[in-house]
């Protein structure tokens, strides 16, 4: 059964600050590493990770696979208000799963 | 671009009463997701079709069933709805193809209230 383990499950910051958010996982049969950010409707994407070292970038955020130590990170610089949501990371369908398995999600607050 | 719709985006229904949610995926994806998620929790997989056959199945209550149409629009129904079915039901697509699925683009979802 594949597994996704996000950390922090919470994490509140000021406005300014970088944040690191990880998540590890374990799958049958690796293909990708997608992240959403999940304010107050469904998720929205933002990155799919395939290999590893390959910084993907939009912004202020940024996100990197590390396919030897199965962890992925998502960093934010220089937080806003808005950068306030539930940040979620899933594994597509691999193996016998026919299913997205998230992880629990890092709840981000983000004080003025 | 078109992204994956949703109807209705609120709904409020009585106990007992019935349901019907639909979802039509982004053109030429051929997959469909349904998740729940409750105030608070993670989404939960209900079921999934892949070329308008069930894929996989999750925690779909009885109560619930789901098919996906020809033109691949998918309809979640419920019935028999409980107070605790009041949640946040959103679908995603994605193209699976034949080397593997590409990511997964979601809905806005549909927020049901039962009352």
């Known amino acids: 059964e594949d597994k996704v383990v996000q950390s922090p499950l919470s994490l509140v910051v000021h406005e300014g600050d970088t944040v690191t958010l990880n998540c590890s996982y374990e799958?049958?049969?690796?293909?990708?590493l997608l992240w959403y950010k999940q304010e107050k409707k469904a998720p929205t994407f933002l990155f799919m990770l395939t290999s590893s070292g390959i910084e993907k970038k939009s912004g202020r955020l940024s996100s990197i696979l590390d396919k030897k130590e199965l962890f992925s990170i998502l960093n934010i610089t220089a937080t806003q208000t808005g950068d306030s949501a539930i940040y979620l990371c899933?594994?597509?369908?691999?193996?016998?799963?026919?299913?997205?398995?998230f992880g629990s999600g890092t709840q981000l607050t983000v004080l003025p | 671009a078109a992204g994956v719709i949703q109807s209705p985006r609120h709904l409020i229904k009585e106990k007992r009463e019935t349901a019907t949610l639909k979802c039509y995926p982004i053109p030429r994806h051929d997959t469909v997701y349904w998740y729940q998620q409750g105030p608070g929790q993670d989404p939960q997989f209900l079921i999934s079709?892949?070329?308008?056959?069930?894929?996989d199945k999750g925690s779909i209550p009885d109560r619930f069933s789901a098919q996906q149409f020809s033109d691949y629009h998918s309809e979640l129904n419920m019935s028999s709805l409980e107070l605790g079915d009041s949640a946040l039901y959103f679908c995603?697509?994605?193209?699976?193809?034949?080397?593997?699925?590409?990511?997964?683009?979601f809905g806005q979802g549909t927020r049901l209230t039962v009352v």
């Open positions: 079709f892949y070329e308008k056959m069930q894929s």
């Open positions: 995603a697509s994605s193209f699976r193809g034949q080397s593997g699925n590409t990511e997964a683009f």
């Open positions: 899933a594994v597509p369908p691999s193996g016998s799963a026919r299913q997205l398995t």
């Open positions: 799958v049958t049969n690796f293909r990708s």
